[in-house]
Structures are given as C-alpha cells and as structure tokens.
C-alpha cells in the first residue's frame, strides 16, 4: 500500500473521530434551544467558551491549571517511581512476588477514593495529602505494568544473556529493560491519566487552588458555566497527556522491532 494511500486513511480516521464530538455539541446547543433544559442547568457551548476566555483573560484559569499539574507532576512521581522499582524486583524475584503479590492485589481491590478519610486523618488537609494520593493512583498501574513486561521477557532473550556471560547490571539494562519497556511506557501512560483523574478528587478536599478547586467553588456559587468549563479542561488535558505518551509508545515500539530483530 503506497504511503499517499496510508496518509489518506489516516485522515479519514481523524476526520471520524470528530463526527462524534460534533454530533454531542449540536444535540448539546439542540436541546438548550428547544427549550428542554434550563439555562440555569444545561448552560449552551458558546456560554462556556465565554467562561474559558473570561477565567484565560483574569488568569485564573491558568494558575488553576499549573496548581494542579504540579501536585500531578508530584505525585506520579513518587506513586509511578515506586510502582516501577517494586514492580521490577517482583519480576525479577519470584520470592519477593510470592511474599508481596497477593498483598498488592488485595490491596488494589480497594476504591481508592475510600482511602482518602484515611490519608487525611494520617496527613491533614494540606499538599502532603492530595501528592499522597495521586501518587497512588499511578501506583498500581505502574506496579502491575512493570511486573507483567519484566516476568514476560521471552526465555530466548535470558539464555542468550547467559551465553554472553551478562552480569547483573548488564543483564539488566539490555535484556530485561529494553525487552520489558512497551510495558512499562503503558504503565506509565496510564499512571498519568489516573494521577490526573486522582487530582480532581484531590482537590476537592481543603484544597485553595487547581481545577477542582474552582469547580467546587462554582457549585457552591451555583456558577454551572465554570464547572462545566472545569470539565472541559479536565477532558483536554488528559486527552493530550494521553497523546503525547501514545507518540512517545509508538516510538518505543519502532525501537523495539530494532531490538527483537538483533536478539532473534
């Protein structure tokens, strides 16, 4: 199939992947206009255009954002960092997965917004709290991500590690890691997106700034324009981590043809 062929589909595609968008938009404005929804309830798409200019303009919108990427940035950090080196001597040791597998799968089967009157009571209302609980949002995704790509690395790849006489930290960086790592760029892909969705839930407790703050600050004013803006923010910026991280996916995966081909 010729490249001109390959480029057409791909615009088909993302010309299909806004139909959807559109179509929610035109019902969206249709039932405002036709008078099946209050104003006050189901406020039109061009009222919270409006309200983003407005909170871009004062800058509010703006500080909220950078509030809140920063305790994402925080807490991924140390949830997904945590996750990735446990997950990987899991891995490596099936005695350390014997021991701490069944508590990590315990573990993960609790809501983790139940844990939160916990955290709060363990470290207050403040910044500690909400970077505590982010971080373990991206935690369990990171764990399981990385135990999974790391205990599947194809036999083929240790033997011929052995047969090279790779020492451990050798063995480690160009066998286990690079044969371990689509995995891993799917952990942390979606350590991301939960640390972002986590923030929201964060930050509706005792929070003084972030996107979620300003949501529950426009509930209580009854101001449905900025909370619905506050999703529509949400929305776009965990789309674009997401696609960023993709671009970054793929390009590990073209690496790691590379990789197989010579390991084969």
Known sequence: MSKSLLKRFEWKDKLLALIVPLLVLVAWQSAVSLQLFSEMILVPPLTVMNTLVDLARTGDLTNNIISSLKRVLSGFLLGASTGFFLGLLMGLSSLLDRFVGPLIKACKQ??????MPLIILWFGIDEVS??????????????????????????????????????????????????????????????????????????????????????????QLFQIDIVMAGLFVIGIIGFTMNIILQIIEKRVLRWRVSFDGRMA
């Open 110 to 115: 609790v809501p983790q917004f139940a844990l």
């Open 130 to 219: 909400k970077v505590v609980f982010i971080s373990i949002g991206a935690f369990f995704p990171m764990v399981f991500n990385t135990y999974q790509g790391v205990s599947g690395v194809p036999k083929k790849y240790r033997e011929l590690a052995r047969v090279f006489n790779y020492k451990s930290f050798r063995y480690l960086t160009k066998v286990i890691l690079p044969g371990a790592l689509p995995s891993i760029i799917t952990g942390v892909r979606h350590s991301l997106g939960l640390s972002w969705m986590f923030v929201v839930g964060a930050e509706l407790f005792g929070s003084e700034s972030g996107v979620g703050y300003m949501m529950v600050w426009a509930r």
